[in-house]
């Protein structure tokens, strides 16, 4: 059974299931990333629920693991050398853990690098381009007087949307006929930017088809549905 004592964010969140691995997030479009891509790839986990409501993500515990304070983050208590392996940002989560099961993963060298380009053009632009619309439209930054700001992450998710448009066109996935690593990190928030944040009008969401043809798909598959869901909020 593996040790996982010397973590002490074990202390805060104890492992029922110390020979799974350790998930502490947030159903966030950063941290369901993480949850669907264990869920696709069949792999063992025991998730725990990081709450802002309570700062859990400041703890002395959590940033034991996380100094950047952020979800999701894991322990793999079967890491590649046979010894607990933690680990924190989604992206780099998301590659580890095809790479450790060989899912959602390109084999050929082309195809897995432009798998990354496109996990990266993920964390690189839509992740902070929608988050901060996001904060616009829907959290305090929707009070502001000066709309500008607004307009101007509204204009760079429309470029950006654009971009994932024209690569999805005669395309099942981002990948052609795969789902990889690169959707499981683009569609959380794509569906969050219309729904959760209600900024789908704004940017003329509807008339990217090909981006709602594949969220549509990507929204049915089970271990999407199972994955958005995880942790449980209490």
Same mark, same amino acid.
């Given at each position: 059974?593996?040790?996982?004592?010397?973590?002490?964010?074990?202390?805060?969140?104890?492992?029922?299931?110390?020979?799974?691995?350790?998930?502490?997030?947030?159903?966030?479009?950063?941290?369901?990333?993480?949850?669907?891509?264990?869920?696709?790839?069949?792999?063992?986990?025991?998730?725990?629920?990081?709450?802002?409501?309570?700062?859990?993500?400041?703890?002395?515990?959590?940033?034991?693991?996380?100094?950047?304070?952020?979800?999701?983050?894991?322990?793999?208590?079967?890491?590649?050398?046979?010894?607990?392996?933690?680990?924190?940002?989604?992206?780099?989560?998301?590659?580890?853990?095809?790479?450790?099961?060989? $899912?959602? #993963?390109? !084999?050929?060298?082309?195809? /897995?690098?432009?798998?990354?380009? +496109?996990? @990266?053009?993920?964390?690189?632009? &839509?992740?902070?381009?929608?988050?901060?619309?996001?904060?616009?439209?829907?959290?305090?930054?929707?009070?502001?007087?000066?709309?500008?700001?607004?307009?101007?992450?509204?204009?760079?998710? $429309?470029? #950006?949307? !654009?971009?994932?448009?024209? /690569?999805?066109?005669?395309?099942? +996935?981002? @990948?052609?006929?795969?789902?990889? &690593?690169?959707?499981?990190?683009?569609?959380?928030?794509?569906?969050?930017?219309?729904?959760?944040?209600?900024?789908?009008?704004?940017?003329?969401?509807?008339?990217?088809?090909?981006?709602?043809?594949? #969220?549509? !798909?990507?929204?049915?598959?089970?271990?999407?549905?199972?994955?958005?869901?995880?942790?449980?909020?209490?």
């Amino acid at each position: 059974m593996p040790d996982l004592s010397t973590f002490p964010i074990t202390k805060k969140w104890p492992a029922s299931h110390p020979e799974r691995l350790q998930l502490y997030s947030l159903p966030t479009p950063n941290g369901v990333k993480v949850a669907i891509m264990l869920e696709e790839a069949g792999l063992p986990y025991e998730p725990h629920l990081v709450s802002f409501d309570s700062a859990d993500q400041t703890s002395p515990e959590f940033l034991s693991l996380n100094p950047n304070n952020k979800i999701p983050a894991i322990i793999d208590p079967n890491g590649p050398d046979g010894a607990p392996l933690p680990l924190f940002e989604s992206g780099a989560i998301l590659l580890y853990l095809a790479e450790k099961t060989g $899912k959602c #993963l390109p !084999a050929d060298a082309p195809g /897995r690098y432009e798998t990354i380009q +496109w996990l @990266m053009f993920q964390m690189g632009g &839509i992740g902070p381009m929608f988050g901060q619309l996001g904060f616009f439209t829907k959290f305090a930054g929707k009070d502001y007087e000066d709309k500008r700001p607004r307009e101007r992450y509204a204009a760079e998710a $429309k470029r #950006l949307l !654009a971009v994932l448009d024209q /690569r999805l066109a005669g395309r099942n +996935w981002i @990948m052609g006929d795969a789902y990889t &690593i690169a959707d499981i990190a683009i569609f959380p928030w794509v569906n969050t930017l219309n729904t959760f944040y209600g900024a789908g009008e704004l940017v003329g969401i509807a008339g990217y088809t090909n981006v709602m043809r594949v #969220l549509e !798909a990507f929204l049915a598959r089970p271990a999407v549905q199972l994955g958005m869901q995880v942790p449980h909020r209490e």
